[in-house]
T-cell receptor, first 112, second 116 residues
Framework: GENVEQHPSTLSVQEGDSAVIKCTYS??????FPWYKQELGKGPQLIID?????GEKKDQRIAVTLNKTAKHFSLHITETQPEDSAVYFC???????????FGKGTMLLVSP | GAGVSQSPSNKVTEKGKDVELRCDPI?????LYWYRQSLGQGLEFLIY????????KSGLPSDRFSAERTGGSVSTLTIQRTQQEDSAVYLC??????????????FGEGSRLTVL
């Protein structure tokens, strides 16, 4: 089945700095790669996604890049703010496209 | 509200007891998913419903775990003879269409299960 590896497990940055979280996946048939943000005590919430026919997608301060050849994708957050502090999960579809396999998460801490 | 609702939010039980966790998805959403979140383990897929049927239940860890969905809406996850390793947050999510690549999954806030 699909295996998704996510790094780093924790990331501390100063407010205003950029943050990058990286993921790799194993199933070359995967075609959809979302990122979810989970705040304490809440369920994960979609923040951005990318499909396999696109190499990069931006939405204000966040962007995602995808390298299908290398089977890795990354989340980039620029001008970080304290409210960006949360756990971020990457995910990829399984080969049957019925489910998402999630990475183990990255705890991002943004210090004022 | 109009989001995914899960109950109970917290459940403490004794080893060996059965528990039921309920999920009420967003109205009109055809797909429903159960995930389990253990400390440091990310989100582990359990089962996927399309309507009332479960085309993928490959993530259920043992035959002590079962789930059903009725009327294309509410779902119940049942854990029989609970064990301490079942302690986790159980998350439910729904989406408008079936297939995980068709769009956003909307998650509930989860049911935290503690088995003593």
């Amino acid at each position: 089945g699909e295996n998704v590896e996510q790094h780093p497990s924790t990331l501390s940055v100063q407010e205003g700095d950029s943050a990058v979280i990286k993921c790799t996946y194993s199933d070359s048939a995967s075609n959809y790669f979302p990122w979810y943000k989970q705040e304490l005590g809440k369920g994960p919430q979609l923040i951005i996604d990318i499909r396999s026919n696109v190499g990069e997608k931006k939405d204000q301060r966040i962007a995602v890049t995808l390298n299908k050849t290398a089977k890795h994708f990354s989340l980039h957050i620029t001008e970080t703010q304290p409210e960006d502090s949360a756990v971020y999960f990457c995910a990829a579809t399984n080969s049957g496209y019925s489910t998402l396999t999630f990475g183990k998460g990255t705890m991002l801490l943004v210090s004022p | 509200g109009a989001g995914v609702s899960q109950s109970p939010s917290n459940k403490v039980t004794e080893k060996g007891k059965d528990v039921e966790l309920r999920c009420d998805p967003i109205s009109g959403h055809t797909a429903l998913y159960w995930y389990r979140q253990s400390l440091g383990q990310g989100l582990e897929f359990l089962i996927y419903f399309q309507g009332n049927s479960a085309p993928d239940k490959s993530g259920l860890p043992s035959d002590r775990f079962s789930a059903e969905r009725t009327g294309g809406s509410v779902s119940t996850l049942t854990i029989q003879r609970t064990q301490q390793e079942d302690s986790a947050v159980y998350l439910c999510a729904s989406s408008l269409w079936g297939g995980a690549n068709t769009g956003e999954l909307f998650f509930g806030e989860g049911s935290r299960l503690t088995v003593l």
